[in-house]
T-cell receptor
Framework: AQSVTQLDSHVSVSEGTPVLLRCNYS??????LFWYVQHPNKGLQLLLK??????LVKGINGFEAEFKKSETSFHLTKPSAHMSDAAEYFC????????????FGGGTRLMVKP | DGGITQSPKYLFRKEGQNVTLSCEQN?????MYWYRQDPGQGLRLIYY???????QKGDIAEGYSVSREKKESFPLTVTSAQKNPTAFYLC????????????FGNGTRLTVT
């Protein structure tokens, strides 16, 4: 079975400071990993994906994530937060041994203070 | 522009009534999915379809039904048997390969009173 744990349900940062959203996964097969963002009453938008190529993945809006197999982590970072980054973020894993289905983390709500 | 369209955005129904949520995609994706999202929670899979005329139950299929008669369309019916239907419903589609992401619609918020 595969699982995803987002270690913080809420993260609060000041505008202009770095963002770190933590994600740990378990999967007995080489997984694909994704980060999505959801603004209120909207669908999920793909930020970035890891699919066994480069371990440091760059996404949209200045976000990036690093796949660390030894730590089974896929943390999302951004050097400088903007007010528009305030949203819910989901880490997602997908693997063949799980029937190719996606498993979602519980989400992290990012708040950005002016 | 290609994408996924969910309609309506807001839906209100009386308890005991069936209601159908629409999901249409023009991305030519084989796989389509329905998720339910409750406040402060992640997404839970209701049903998915990997090909036309075939669909599978997800983790919380009880009280829901779907059809996949066309590649572009995957409507979800919330039946009166669903005990707690008030939620935000998200439809998604994908190419179906392991490394392909899901593309999401903007959701339908269903309120049953």
């Amino acid at each position: 079975a595969q699982s995803v744990t987002q270690l913080d349900s809420h993260v609060s940062v000041s505008e202009g400071t770095p963002v770190l959203l933590r994600c740990n996964y378990s999967s007995s097969y080489s997984p694909s990993l994704f980060w999505y963002v959801q603004h209120p009453n909207k669908g999920l938008q793909l930020l970035l994906k890891y699919t066994s190529a480069a371990t440091l993945v760059k996404g949209i809006n200045g976000f990036e994530a690093e796949f660390k197999k030894s730590e089974t982590s896929f943390h999302l970072t951004k050097p400088s937060a903007h007010m528009s980054d305030a949203a819910e973020y989901f880490c997602v894993v997908r693997a063949l041994n799980a029937g190719n289905m996606l498993t979602f983390g519980g989400g992290t709500r990012l708040m950005v203070k002016p | 522009d290609g994408g996924i369209t969910q309609s309506p955005k807001y839906l209100f129904r009386k308890e005991g009534q069936n209601v159908t949520l629409s999901c249409e995609q023009n991305l030519n994706h084989d796989a389509m999915y329905w998720y339910r999202q409750d406040p402060g929670q992640g997404l839970r899979l209701i049903y998915y379809s990997q090909i036309v005329n075939d669909f599978q139950k997800g983790d919380i299929a009880e009280g829901y039904s779907v059809s996949r008669e066309k590649k572009e369309s995957f409507p979800l019916t919330v039946t009166s048997a669903q005990k707690n239907p008030t939620a935000f419903y998200l439809c998604a589609s994908s190419i179906g390969q392991t490394n392909s992401p899901l593309h999401f619609g903007n959701g339908t918020r269903l309120t049953v009173t």
